[in-house]
C-alpha cells in the first residue's frame, strides 16, 4: 500500500473531489484526518472509513478562519501525532459575469479557496520541516491556467494557488516537501454543474478529445500519485488533468 504510515488531512473532504479522496487514500493505507464545514457529513464518511477498517476522524473547519484551521491541524497531531499528507481541497466555485459579482462575493471566494489554501499550508509546514518529509497537494484548474468569459473571482483564486504551489515549492524543497498541485478540467460533480453556465460546461466539454467530463476518482488519483512516494521527485508542478484539452 502506498500511503501506509502516513498521515494525511483532507480539506473539503465530503463533497465529490474529497470524499473520493478519502476513499481511495484508505485504500492505500492511510490514516485520515476528515476535515470540512459540514461535520455530519464528514463524520459520516470517516464511519464509512473507520468500519473498513481504515484509522480515520472528523473535523469541523472553516477553512478561511485560522484559529479553526489551526484547531484541525493540533487534532491530527494529538490524535496520530504527525502530519505527511496535505490535500487543500475545500473550495467553491462560481461562473458570474464580473457585472454581477459583488465585493462580498469576491471576498468570499477568495476566502475560502485562496486564503483557506494559505493558511492550511501556514499550519502544517513546521511540522513537516521538522520532520524532514512532507506532501502538500492544492487543488487548482483548468480556469486558473487558461481565460473563460465567467468567473473571474473563481479563476483569480486558482491562479493564485498555482502561485502558492510553485513559490512553497521552492521554499520548502531543501526540507524535503514536495508541493504540487493538481488542475481538473470539467467534472461531473453537483457543485460543478450548479454553478456554472450550461454554455459554459458544453463549451469546455467540446475542447476535449475524450468527450467526457472527468470523474472525481480520475482527480482523486492524481493526487494519490502526487502524495506518494513515487512523485518524490517532482515539485512545484501542475497536473493537468483535463482529458486533453490542452492537446491542441
Not at 480515520?56 to 501525532?81: H, I, L, T
Request: hydrophobic share 45%; proline share 3%.
Amino acid at each position: 500500500m502506498r500511503l501506509e504510515g502516513k498521515v494525511t488531512i483532507v480539506t473539503g473532504a465530503a463533497g465529490g473531489f474529497g470524499s473520493e479522496i478519502g476513499r481511495i487514500f484508505a485504500h492505500e493505507g492511510a490514516s485520515l484526518v476528515l476535515a470540512d464545514i459540514n461535520y455530519n457529513a464528514a463524520e459520516s464518511l470517516a464511519n464509512e472509513l473507520k468500519a473498513q477498517g481504515t484509522k480515520a476522524v472528523a473535523v469541523s473547519v472553516d477553512v478561511g478562519d485560522e484559529k479553526q484551521v489551526y484547531a484541525m491541524v493540533n487534532r491530527a497531531m494529538s490524535e496520530f501525532g504527525q502530519v505527511d499528507i496535505l490535500i487543500n481541497n475545500a473550495g467553491m466555485g462560481r461562473g458570474a459575469r464580473i457585472q454581477d459579482i459583488t465585493l462580498d462575493d469576491w471576498n468570499q471566494l477568495l476566502r475560502l479557496n485562496l486564503t483557506g489554501t494559505f493558511l492550511c499550508c501556514k499550519a502544517v509546514i513546521d511540522h513537516m520541516i521538522a520532520r524532514g518529509y512532507g506532501k502538500i497537494v492544492n487543488m487548482a484548474s483548468i480556469c486558473g491556467q487558461t481565460a473563460r468569459p465567467v468567473g473571474v473571482d473563481y479563476s483569480a483564486s486558482k491562479s493564485g494557488i498555482i502561485g502558492i504551489t510553485r513559490t512553497l515549492a521552492l521554499q520548502v524543497a531543501p526540507y524535503g516537501i514536495n508541493v504540487n498541485a493538481v488542475a481538473p478540467g470539467p467534472v461531473a460533480t453537483q457543485i460543478f454543474e450548479r454553478n456554472w453556465p450550461k454554455e459554459t460546461v458544453d463549451k469546455l466539454k467540446s475542447t476535449i478529445p475524450f468527450k467526457r467530463e472527468g470523474t472525481p476518482r480520475d482527480i482523486a488519483n492524481a493526487a494519490l500519485f502526487l502524495s506518494s512516494d513515487e512523485a518524490g521527485w517532482i515539485t512545484g508542478e501542475v497536473i493537468a488533468v483535463n482529458g486533453g484539452a490542452f492537446i491542441g
